[in-house]
């Protein structure tokens, strides 16, 4: 009986698992109808393609229609076009530039502009963790401290006026060691002031 159509789909997901490294193996498999045996079924690493590949790995061909003398001028401005598709790919997923739900021209440029100074924001933090704390992303970082809330502690007065405590909750143990790697400090907490009403406390944004 033949054993070719097991072998052919083993070979199948063979290939789909290792990806890129099964092209550099040479595999002979049976004819129809021919029985699996050391003689038909065969494979072996194809060392010559193999070295081809070692040869070309770890370097990187930049193919353009500039022509300069020097390559770093090449390389440099290749880099500043990486860094520029990374802020638009920042903008639109990480800090939700898209899509935009407002009609009103002034506050899509108001929506933009925050988006924008968000993304600066982004950027300073991603260079200085690059100095202090290599192995952190602004994404991991900003999802940590998604963990500090800040809120209003009103309480009413004897004289009817309200006593409003802004505060944000205390960093935990290892949201407080993410802050001491890039040297982050948290402002002290806001005094507390009066208000004659709570909501006075909370100022409207019009738009």
């Known amino acids: ?8 789909d083993a070979r199948g997901r063979g290939e789909t698992e290792a990806g ?3 092209g550099y193996v040479k595999i002979q498999l049976p ?4 029985a699996v045996t050391h003689q038909t079924f065969t494979f072996q690493l194809d060392k010559v393609k193999l070295r081809e590949a ?3 790995d770890g370097h990187y061909l930049l193919r353009t229609n500039l022509v300069v003398e020097d390559p770093a001028l090449l390389w440099d401005r290749y880099m500043q076009l990486v860094q ?9 997923s990480d800090l939700g530039l898209r899509p935009i739900y407002h009609q009103l021209e002034h506050r899509v440029e108001a929506h933009i502009l925050i988006a924008f100074l968000a993304y600066c924001l982004t950027a300073t933090l991603k260079y200085r963790l690059q100095v202090h704390a290599p192995g952190l992303s602004p994404r991991v970082v900003l999802e940590k401290l998604a963990a ?5 502690v009103c309480l009413p007065t004897t004289d009817g006026r309200h006593l409003v405590m802004p505060r944000y909750t205390e960093p935990d143990a290892d949201v407080a060691l993410l ?3 890039p ?3 948290l402002p002290q907490q806001p005094p507390p002031r009066l208000v004659n009403a709570p909501t006075a406390a909370m100022p409207q944004l019009k738009m």
């Open 54 to 56: 070692q040869l070309r």
């Open 20 to 22: 890129r490294a099964f």
């Open 1 to 8: 009986m033949s054993q070719a159509g097991p072998v052919t």
């Open 31 to 34: 004819e129809a109808r021919q």
């Open 179 to 181: 802050l001491h790697q």
């Open 84 to 92: 520029v598709e990374a802020a638009f790919k920042s903008l639109k």
């Open 148 to 152: 500090i809330q800040a809120l209003d």
């Open 183 to 185: 040297r982050l400090v």
